[in-house]
Each structure stands twice: as C-alpha cells, then as structure tokens.
C-alpha cells in the first residue's frame, strides 16, 4: 500500500520569495513521484517526476524536486516566487515493482497563493 | 495537439436522470483513467482501463459505468445520478503506466451539478 501527506493545505508567499510545498510518501516498493499543477478552472499538468535517475529531478517553470529516500520526501521548491505560479499543487506516488503498476495515490493538494 | 477532451465541461442534470461524460484523447495511449476532485479530498479514482474492452475498479466506483470499445475513447456514465456524486471530473490517459515513467495527460475537466 501507498500514501503521499503533503504537509501544507495552503502556502502563502511574497512575489520574488522562495517557495517550498512539502511531500512525504510511503510505498511498498521503489516509488516513482511526480508532482503536478493545477491552474483554476484549468485541468492537472505535470510538473516535474522522479523514476530513479538523478535524485534532483529539475521541471518546468523554474521549479525543481528532491528525493529522499532517508526521509520518505520529495518536496517542491522554486527560488524566486511568480504571480503566474498561485494554483493548487499535487503530489503523487507511483510504487514499482517491476511488473508494472497502475495505481497511483495522489495527495490532498496544497493551494499556493502569491502575494504581490 | 495532443489532447485529452472532455464533454461536457459544465453540466447541471437532477437526481436520476442518466448522463455520460464523453472522453477522447489523440494520443494512441492503452491507458485511461476518470477521477473525481473535491475539496479537501484530491483526486479519487473513479475507474481506469488498461486497454480495449479492459477495465477495472479504482477506489470509488459506486454509481458509475465505464466502457472501452474504441482505444481513444472512455466515457463515464451515471445510470442514475444522485447529488453526492456533485463533483469536478478528469479524464486522463498515458502511454502505458508499465514503463516506470510513465506519466498521466488530463483533460480540462467536467464540472457536474446534480440538484
């Protein structure tokens, strides 16, 4: 069995301030992550995924992930904050075991607003 | 483009009056799959299909039918639709969820009103 807890339900940062939306994850097997966007009334887009190269995975947009295996995380961070990035923001987890799985949790969302 | 559609996008029906919510993507993708989203839940998986004429329950199937008989299409159907199925629903397909990176395309969303 699996589950993602993202920490935060709602994120609210200053435009040009750093941005960080927290992701834990549990999984029987070797997970692939993925974190996905979700602009309003717009549908899910993906952001950046994990498959177990690199474990800083760069996305689009400027945001970037690492995972942790330590630590069970793979949180989201960008640098510098834009208006452009308030939407809500998901987490998802993906165990692999090598045959396959097509079971994929997502998290509750973390809403992320911009201040000017 | 490559696009997952959905129709209708916005749709207000009452208590048991049977609908379908069309889905169609233009990507040659086997897998298929409807969520519902509501608030402070996140996405739930309604059903998914792995491929033609094959499908299977995700975590909240009650209420809903789903068919494939055409590899780009999905449709979901609501035999008799009752208000707490009032939700927001994707449809979204991949490639194939077999490789380990495979990753899911969404369409923009059906928003459903049931009074």
């Known amino acids: 069995a699996q589950s993602v807890t993202q920490l935060d339900s709602h994120v609210s940062v200053s435009e040009g301030t750093p941005v960080l939306l927290r992701c834990n994850y549990s999984s029987s097997y070797s997970p692939s992550l993925f974190w996905y966007v979700q602009h309003p009334n717009k549908g899910l887009q993906l952001l950046l995924k994990?498959?177990?190269?690199?474990?800083l995975v760069k996305g689009i947009n400027g945001f970037e992930a690492e995972f942790k295996k330590s630590e069970t995380s793979f949180h989201l961070t960008k640098p510098s904050a834009h208006m452009s990035d308030a939407a809500e923001y998901f987490c998802v987890v993906r165990p692999y075991s090598g045959a396959g799985s097509y079971q994929l949790t997502f998290g509750k969302g973390t809403k992320l607003s911009v201040i000017p | 483009e490559a696009q997952v559609t959905q129709n209708p996008r916005y749709l207000i029906t009452v208590t048991g009056k049977k609908l379908t919510v069309t889905c169609s993507q233009n990507m040659n993708h086997e897998y298929m799959s409807w969520y519902r989203q509501d608030p402070g839940l996140g996405l739930r998986q309604i059903y998914y299909?792995?491929?033609?004429?094959?499908?299977d329950k995700g975590d909240v199937p009650e209420g809903y039918k789903v068919s494939r008989k055409e590899k780009r299409n999905f449709p979901l159907i609501l035999e008799s639709p009752s208000p707490n199925q009032t939700s927001l629903y994707f449809c979204?397909?991949?490639?194939?969820?077999?490789?380990?990176?495979?990753?899911?395309?969404f369409g923009e969303g059906s928003r459903l009103t049931v009074l």
């Open positions: 299909s792995m491929n033609v004429e094959v499908t």
């Open positions: 994990y498959t177990s190269a690199a474990t």
């Open positions: 979204a397909s991949s490639l194939s969820l077999v490789s380990r990176t495979g990753e899911l395309f």
